[in-house]
């Protein structure tokens, strides 16, 4: 695999791409043409597409939902679960049928997946008519490579070395709400996690970087950030500086930008402080995905996730107590290698006495390089399969439940569109992260305003907008 020399690139990237910014001659290069962009995974990935799709804009392409009308297809893959690498490769059976109609088609991949030597090796191997693989730690050179296709392939993936890149340009998807990077990768090496390895290792943005960023959003409109990393509750460890994510929430809510939000956070380095902070401030919001994996404390140490059972509950009943209305969501995973059914109760006995907002579930899905692929496994498929649905039964009705004690009650909506499954109604968030569809006129769009709920659904609520 091509590794190119990492401080290079960084030379090259402090210098942006304006490159392109300042040669008019190269947007005429794909004028008329089109781009198809599909986005797996995370919201690291929806983020990362943010910059791929400035850069195609830059080049002249304008975006087509229709991969058969597209001149350039880009996958921003996602390597979390084996059923997102059959998505994928799903996809280049179509790209490799429209190629030959169309033979100056570019196929690009990016993401995750590209940072799976196994998976360029099969790229290589049984997919001849893929132009470009680029990484995670090199976006900024699409366009590059895009100007360089030559109809053969290129692979241009860095390692894990990568540092962080300031100066980044995104074409976003919405000018209201913003996702803002805080840190990249992750040194929590869960046992059965991939992202350590395609990601790479953790690299926090300097505090100052992120503030000036916060701060030109808030400048430009936006009402919400929402503060972005694998892992946020240890942004700072790697930094040389005496700061960790408590005082960047902090600072970031002393911007006064309306609505903060942060995701992913990890129940091993939520300290009491950070606590305090949400609870402080009004504009950082009462809701927290706090990923459980598993109510097991012994799978839990197979899983190397540092906490047990004991101590998820009482964090859990922490946070609840001290920040008010909170709201919580998490991610399991059932069917880890040789998880009994009584592993799989202590995990619905977790569930019930948090009756989580909502959930995330999934089936445990062995990815290769890491450590809990070598454990041999005892339970079929079947019974893991049973296991999520009883899982999902009980995560639906604590939802639900959730739900239902808004009923009649008056919230504050940022309101962000128009509903997609219904253009008469508006759509937008709570404070809480609940989805609402509104009744109300399309001025709403961008304000934060009162709604009162008038339905509740398990994942859902409807309202109508409100003087009051
Ligand atoms: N199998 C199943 N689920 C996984 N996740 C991460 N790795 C795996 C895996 N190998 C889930 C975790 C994580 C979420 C983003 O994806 O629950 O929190
Ligand atoms: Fe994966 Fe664990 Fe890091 Fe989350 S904290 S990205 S599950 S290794």
Not at 195 to 219: A, C
Not at 308 to 322: A, D, R, V
Not at 427 to 444: E, P, R, W
Request: aromatic share 10%; glycine share 6%; hydrophobic share 35%.
């Amino acid at each position: 695999m091509n590794l190119p020399d990492l401080k290079e690139a960084r030379k090259r990237t402090d210098k942006k791409v304006d490159y392109l910014e300042n040669d008019n001659n190269i947007k005429k290069i794909f004028e008329n043409k089109k781009y198809f962009l599909k986005t797996y995974g995370c919201q690291m990935n929806v983020h990362d597409s943010e910059e791929i799709r400035k850069y195609l804009e830059m080049l002249g392409f304008t975006s087509t939902d229709n991969l058969e009308d597209s001149d350039i297809v880009v996958l921003n893959t996602c390597a979390i679960r084996e059923n997102a690498h059959d998505k994928v490769f799903g996809y280049l059976g179509r790209c490799k049928h429209l190629k030959k109609e169309k033979p100056g088609l570019i196929v690009a991949i990016g993401g995750c997946m590209s940072q799976e030597e196994n998976v360029v090796n099969e790229i290589k191997t049984k997919h001849p008519y893929v132009d470009i693989v680029f990484g995670t730690h090199n976006i900024n050179e699409l366009p590059k490579l895009i100007l360089n296709a030559k109809g053969k392939l290129d692979i241009e993936v860095y390692s894990n070395e990568g540092n962080v890149f300031e100066n980044v340009i995104y074409s976003r998807d919405s000018k209201i709400k913003a996702w803002v990077n805080i840190m990249y990768g992750c040194d929590k090496f869960c046992t059965y996690c991939i992202v350590p390895y395609t990601r790479g290792k953790q690299r926090s943005r300097k505090m100052d970087k992120i503030l000036e960023e916060v701060i030109d959003l808030k400048n430009n409109g936006y009402k919400e950030v929402t503060l972005l990393g694998q892992n946020v509750n240890a942004y700072g460890k790697d930094l040389e500086e005496n700061y960790d994510f408590a005082t960047l929430l902090e600072n970031v809510a002393k911007t006064n930008i309306e609505r903060v939000r942060f995701v992913t956070s990890h129940p091993w380095d939520f300290t009491d402080e950070m606590i305090d902070i949400i609870a402080k401030y009004e504009n950082i919001m009462p809701y927290i995905h706090l990923p459980l994996q598993s109510g097991s404390s012994k799978i839990l140490k197979l899983m190397g996730r540092r906490y047990t059972k004991e101590e998820y509950l009482e964090l859990y009943k922490k946070i609840k107590s001290k920040v008010k209305d909170v709201a919580i969501t998490t991610d399991i995973i059932v069917g880890f290698p040789n998880e009994t059914e009584e592993d799989f109760n202590e995990t619905l006995d977790v569930v019930e006495k948090c009756k989580f907002d909502g959930a995330y579930t999934f089936i445990y899905s062995k990815r290769e390089g890491t450590p809990a692929s070598l454990i041999k496994d005892s339970i079929d498929l079947k019974t893991k399969e049973e296991r999520l649905y009883k899982l999902n039964e009980l995560i639906n009705k604590y939802s639900k439940e959730a739900n239902e004690k808004y009923l009649d009650k008056n919230v504050k909506v940022l309101v962000e569109g128009i509903s997609e499954k219904d253009s008469t109604k508006l759509f937008g968030y709570t404070d809480t992260m609940k989805l609402v569809n509104i009744t109300g006129d399309k001025s709403n769009i961008g304000k934060i305003v009162n709604v009162k709920i008038t339905d509740a659904k398990s994942f859902s609520l409807d309202g109508e907008i409100c003087n009051g």
